[in-house]
């Protein structure tokens, strides 16, 4: 006989930290939240050092702040002995263990977990329930039925759809702010080096004695750990404080530098937020009403505050709907049968073309590279010179500390890659070297000149542009946005398209020594 009712145990995953979710609203004896540090969520794929101790240190912080607040908790940690290193494992010790009644769990945002969770609800000797994260402003199917039935997804409409639906940056009529909705154009200067980046006012944490666990406890990852100066933030106050400097110093300037790289600069103007939205210490909508009320009260123009709303409004809904619409098969296609291993500079940033050692070696400094360095400089290359698209996409799902596969995966291998077929981006992402000198400075320094087409000191990215276009002709040469490029593909002398495709095949046969 129990004198106590048996405890619901509730699952809290490493990146749903939200203390604003329902469930915390008041203390219930009858209640014990479960967190848990286990091998299978460190070791699916080789994390960046940094993405495994700011999730555990927050996860840590969490559990304080909940037992603080008069919560229940139990916490398991990597080194602890009874530890079963499995999220359904250790959850069917502890209904034992605590003679549990029933369990539930927050809708996970990876199919991986959502169907292990799946799974164990159908065979679980306890009751198993999903509830909602209260994250996002979408349902996971909401923009398959937005599109339902039409032949293409397209992001400016979902935006839209979304803008309407939030009542953001809308006059009281209806219309869009500025009589357009979209201030891309106006998004693509390249960075002069004025105004001055923002200072980095993260906090600093010192999480040596965590990585000391984490390292003993023979979790592999890569990158530098800075566990002695840690950056990333370990709960939503200190996300707060991030969200509020951005908004006073960044956001203003955003709109404008969006699209830049600089070697002088690995942040920019952009908000590095996206570690805190991801976990959810941050809510989408917060830091949306934040950014149109910059622009309200005149504090930052029109074009920098839609310019990043359309991102977190915008993009970062609308992949996880793709994700949903199109998993488990998402993450295995290949519709440019693309087969080339990364070459080894993808792990040590050592190449000599000076704006992918740099996107690479700040990847791996600090677990972060802004947009355009994901996509435009990283992302192209690999869609130049053909590398597999799902070693790619295992690259990208370690190396950043925001990269959770909802959003990695659409992002890497639908936007960057176009392994989907084009289903998120109506062309591919790539460009020759003169897009990258016109938005940023690193073609200054680098060892290739980025004029050059053919001659030994050739920028890779020029005739392996070309090259890609002409191997590609049956998937792009009638897609309209590409018309420019065929066209001038057309009018090049069969000699000259033969010398840029020969460069290109040596270029791909020396990748390791680029
Ligand atoms: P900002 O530039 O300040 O933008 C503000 C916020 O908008 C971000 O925090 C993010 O939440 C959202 N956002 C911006 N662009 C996108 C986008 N394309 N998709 C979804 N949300 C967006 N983002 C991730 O959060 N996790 C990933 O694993 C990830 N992998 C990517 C892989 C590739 C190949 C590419 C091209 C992009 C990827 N992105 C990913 C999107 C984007 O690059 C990052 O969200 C952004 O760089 C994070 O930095 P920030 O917070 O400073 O963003
Ligand atoms: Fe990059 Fe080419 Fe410019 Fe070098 S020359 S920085 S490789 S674009």
Redesign the pocket.
């Given at each position: 006989m129990h004198d106590q009712p048996r405890p619901c145990l509730r699952l809290i995953l490493g990146d749903q930290l939200n203390p604003l979710h329902s469930w915390f609203q008041a203390p219930r004896p009858d209640v014990i939240y479960l967190l848990m540090e286990v091998r299978s969520e460190t070791d699916y794929v080789l994390h960046h050092a940094q993405k495994v101790l700011g999730i555990f240190a927050a996860m840590r912080d969490f559990a304080q702040q909940l037992k603080a607040n008069g919560h229940r908790v139990r916490y398991v940690s990597i080194d602890q002995a009874s530890n079963r290193q499995d999220i359904v494992a250790n959850l069917e010790a502890l209904v034992t263990h605590y003679e549990a009644s029933s369990v539930e769990y927050q809708a996970p945002d990876e199919w991986r977990l959502d169907q292990a969770l799946r799974d164990w609800s159908q065979t679980s000797s306890v009751a198993v329930n999903m509830v909602d994260s209260e994250h996002f402003l979408t349902r996971r199917d909401e923009a398959q039925q937005i599109f339902l039935g039409k032949k293409q997804w397209l992001m400016e409409h979902f935006y839209r759809h979304q803008r309407r639906r939030h009542q953001i940056l809308l006059t009281p009529d209806g219309k869009p702010e500025g009589g357009q909705w979209n201030f891309d154009a106006d998004n693509r200067k390249p960075w002069p080096g004025q105004p001055a980046e923002p200072a980095d006012m993260r906090p600093c944490h010192d999480h040596s004695e965590l990585w000391r666990v984490i390292e003993s406890a023979g979790v592999k990852t890569i990158g530098d750990s800075q566990a002695t100066a840690f950056r990333w933030p370990l709960n939503r106050a200190e996300a707060l404080q991030q969200l509020d400097h951005f908004i006073a110093w960044g956001l203003p300037h955003f709109g404008d530098y969006q699209d830049a790289l600089s070697e002088h600069s690995w942040r920019l103007f952009?908000?590095?937020?996206?570690f805190a939205?991801?976990t959810k210490m941050l809510n989408p909508h917060e830091v949306v009403i934040r950014a149109q009320t910059a622009w309200r009260e005149g504090h930052a123009p029109l074009h920098a505050a839609e310019g990043?709303i359309r991102?977190?409004l915008g993009?970062?809904e609308y992949?996880r709907g793709m994700y949903w619409a199109q998993m488990p098969a998402y993450t295995r296609t290949n519709q440019l049968a693309h087969t080339r291993a990364l070459p080894d500079w993808f792990w040590n940033g050592q190449t000599h073309m000076a704006c992918v050692a740099s996107a690479l070696k700040q990847s791996l400094t600090q677990g972060y590279a802004?947009?355009i360095q994901?996509?435009m400089v990283t992302?192209n290359f690999a869609l130049l010179a053909g590398l597999d698209p799902a070693q790619l996409h295992r690259w990208?799902l370690g190396i950043?500390v925001?990269?959770?596969e909802w959003?990695?995966a659409p992002?890497?291998l639908g936007?960057?890659q176009w392994a989907d077929g084009g289903l998120l981006a109506t062309k591919p992402y790539v460009s020759s070297a003169a897009y990258i000198h016109r938005m940023g400075d690193h073609c200054k320094n680098c060892r290739y000149d980025h004029k050059a087409r053919t001659s030994d000191n050739a920028c890779p990215f020029n005739a392996l542009y070309w090259d890609f276009f002409d191997r590609h002709r049956t998937q792009f040469e009638t897609n309209p946005r590409l018309g420019v490029v065929y066209h001038q593909l057309k009018r090049m002398p069969e000699k000259t398209l033969q010398e840029l495709k020969s460069f290109s095949a040596r270029t791909l046969s020396n990748l390791e020594n680029l």
């Open positions: 952009h908000s590095l937020l996206s939205l991801n990043f991102q977190v993009w970062r992949v802004h947009h994901r996509l992302g990208y950043y925001d990269a959770f959003v990695e992002n890497t936007m960057s």
